[in-house]
């Protein structure tokens, strides 16, 4: 009998870690978010970066705007993520104001207008914070599966140190991945932090 495909098996997974998180009660949620910030921001990595790398929280994702205001506050110059028009892949782009300088972009997401501001590359960010639903503790991230975060990590440096924030039952032993999937360098998970295999010094 065939091995079940790794696009399948993903598939199950992203429905199972969506159902678990959705499932978490609000205050919850908040309390993951702010252990989660407080982890990330006691980093040397954090602490030593000029520019950092975040997303806009969409649905039950914990609300990364605690991170972003904390960033801001610390003297950070702030990056968000845009999706382009097809062919799809993502743009970064320097933000100011996260108030009034970010527009709906696909599915809704705030993203920044293009027409504003700076454009930059992932070698120019020092710290990103990057979204998943799930990682394994080699790294490897489980995504919503259009791969724009895969395709945009390809092209990082070794200035560029990646970190994943989850809470602890979304951090798991192993997860699936491809060729193309893009390892992290540290796991934060509320509780404690996680060195990767092949993490960067």
Known sequence: MNAQPVSSIKAALRREMI????????????????????????????????????????????????????????????????ITPPPRHLELHVVRDLEHDLVPGVWEIPEPDPARFERVSIADVDFAVVPALAVDRDGYR??????????????????????????????????PHEAHDQPLD??????????????KS
């Open 19 to 82: 159902a678990r998180r959705d499932a978490l009660p609000a205050a919850e949620r908040g309390r993951i978010a702010a252990a989660l910030v407080d982890r990330i921001v006691a980093l040397p990595r954090y602490a030593a970066a000029r520019s950092v790398l975040a997303t806009m929280a969409i649905g039950s994702e914990w609300n990364t705007r605690l991170f972003l205001d904390r960033a801001r506050a610390d003297g950070k110059a702030i990056v968000l993520p845009r």
């Open 142 to 175: 489980l995504g919503y599966g259009a791969g724009y975060f895969d395709r945009l990590l390809a092209g990082r440096t070794a200035s560029t140190y990646c970190v994943v924030g989850l809470p602890a039952g979304f951090v798991v032993e192993s997860l």
């Open 186 to 199: 540290l796991i934060v998970d509320g509780l404690a932090t996680h060195r990767t295999r092949d993490a």
